[in-house]
């Protein structure tokens, strides 16, 4: 897919001669053998302080970067939530960095997938649809994209894709910078295939991660999507007294959808158990992994990376499945386990894609200057990241999230403003309301700010 002599030269080639406003450049790092420090400069105490990124110990790591899709923070317990959903993972978590606010740039798989891969918006990368095996406008990873694969390929990783999602396709782009870009064969995408994804990628990781050159591995797991089915004993693990014909179909959940029928309080509730089960059995998937990680001595030399693609709503706000871009669609769990980084919590609000700079800026892999989303490599070192807006789209819908804890939320045509700290649940609209009017105008503000900012890369890297 790559361009013979390497499409990031090809591409900073073509900006240049378009003399754009943005300006791409690339760093790459020397590298010496794997697990040895590449580059042993130390971040100073101020620079800690400031939050600032880009001086951090980097070292040629493996990493495991695993998707889960329809993944709602809010439902592990890690998270804070009341039911044992994820024993293992929390546990995981204790010795990881988990981040307690990351935000899905999108309500869907393909945008969301995008950003992650190319540290872009939605407005940006232009992925905004998906059709089944073809490659149609708006479906497609424009080659023109340098994407998170290709810079730890470029930079002398194994590159490989398990994934069980239909959505990312070869024959849409996604593969670029893969060595191999494989939909795991085995059950159907939608039930039970966590343990077919798991053990492709135990047999992966056997063959691949020992090795001299170091690896890149990305994953991507359908369990929790609809339809909620798991396999015994976690279809039923959280489901002990509900009384309901429901078994968790994607028929049933889009029956309630378009309005054929109506969800009682209990369906709901029945709906949830199922949902939390299909959790439960993904903890144990990707338990086995990490395990066998460990088995393979190779901990030590492998950044294991958790993130979710967006979350999914119980006719929390009237809709059912995904999309819409209130807090059960989209916040997602970021946890990055680096080896000899003491495990921690930041508060401070992040967006999913500033995985993708920040892995990259861990392994010393290079970056990519328009890239929207940042390197929180910092916080690795005991450093922070600064409070910065958190942007989101989902169609014509969008929104602004502060640091500060106040959402906007264009939708249906209007304004919303929710206050997230007081109202987590976002039941009161504050858009309307005179006192938070400097509040809106301000949020506003900094949406115009990132439209035109997006235009402009897409302008550049896609326009004649
Ligand atoms: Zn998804």
Redesign the pocket.
């Known amino acids: 897919m790559r361009k013979p002599d390497g499409k990031i030269g090809w591409l900073m080639e073509r900006v240049l001669v378009k003399k754009s406003a943005v300006a791409i450049s690339l760093f790459f790092s020397c590298f010496t053998a794997c697990g040895k420090p590449a580059d042993t400069s130390v971040i100073d105490s101020e620079e800690l302080e400031s939050g600032e990124s880009g001086h951090v110990d980097v070292e040629q790591y493996n990493v495991v970067l695993i998707l889960t899709?329809?993944f709602r923070a809010d439902h592990i317990g890690a998270y804070g939530y009341s039911r044992d959903t994820t024993p293992w993972f929390d546990t995981f978590a204790q010795d990881a960095v988990l981040f307690e606010r990351a935000t899905s740039q999108n309500a869907?798989?393909p945008a969301?997938?995008s950003s992650l891969f190319t540290g872009l918006y939605t407005r940006s990368h232009g992925v905004i649809t998906y059709i089944p095996f073809e490659a149609t406008e708006g479906s497609v990873l424009k080659e023109e994209h340098v994407t998170i694969a290709e810079l730890f390929s470029e930079a002398g990783y194994t590159t490989a894709a398990l994934i069980k999602?239909p959505?990312p396709q070869v024959v849409s782009g996604y593969s670029q910078g893969f060595d191999s870009f494989e939909k795991v064969p085995g059950r159907e995408a939608y039930e039970e295939s966590g343990g077919d994804l798991a053990d492709a990628a135990i047999s992966w990781l056997s063959e691949n991660l020992s090795s001299e050159k170091p690896s890149f591995l990305y994953l991507h797991f359908m369990e929790p999507?609809a339809p909620y089915i798991a396999p015994q004993p976690y279809h039923d693990q959280f489901d002990e007294g509900w009384d309901s014909d429901l078994q968790g179909t994607h028929a049933e959940v889009m029956a309630f959808r378009n309005g054929s029928a109506v969800a009682t309080a209990d369906d709901i509730g029945h709906l949830l158990s199922l949902y939390d089960g299909e959790i439960a059995y993904w903890d144990s998937q990707v338990q086995r992994i990490v395990e066998h990680i460990d088995s393979l001595g190779m901990s030590d030399d492998t950044i294991i990376a958790f993130v979710g693609?967006?979350g999914e709503q119980f006719n929390d706000h009237g809709d059912w499945l995904?999309g819409a871009l209130y807090q059960e669609n989209i916040h997602v769990p970021l946890v990055v386990r680096v080896p000899g980084v003491e495990g921690t919590r930041i508060s401070e609000p992040v967006q999913m894609m500033d995985l993708g700079p920040t892995l990259a800026e861990l392994c010393g892999v290079g970056a990519v200057d328009y890239w929207q989303a940042r390197s929180l490599a910092a916080v690795f070192n005991g450093g922070s990241v600064p409070g910065e807006p958190i942007f989101y789209e989902y169609g014509t819908e969008r929104g602004v999230r502060t640091a500060g804890g106040m959402k906007m939320l264009f939708e249906d045509g209007v304004y919303r403003l929710f206050d997230l700290n007081n109202d987590p649940g976002e039941l009161v609209d504050l858009g309307e309301v005179p006192a938070y009017e400097t509040v809106l105008t301000e949020l506003k503000e900094i949406e115009r700010t990132i439209f035109a900012e997006s235009d402009e890369i897409a302008e550049t890297l896609f326009g004649e």
């Open positions: 899709d329809t869907w798989t969301s997938v999602s959505v999507h693609d967006h995904h």
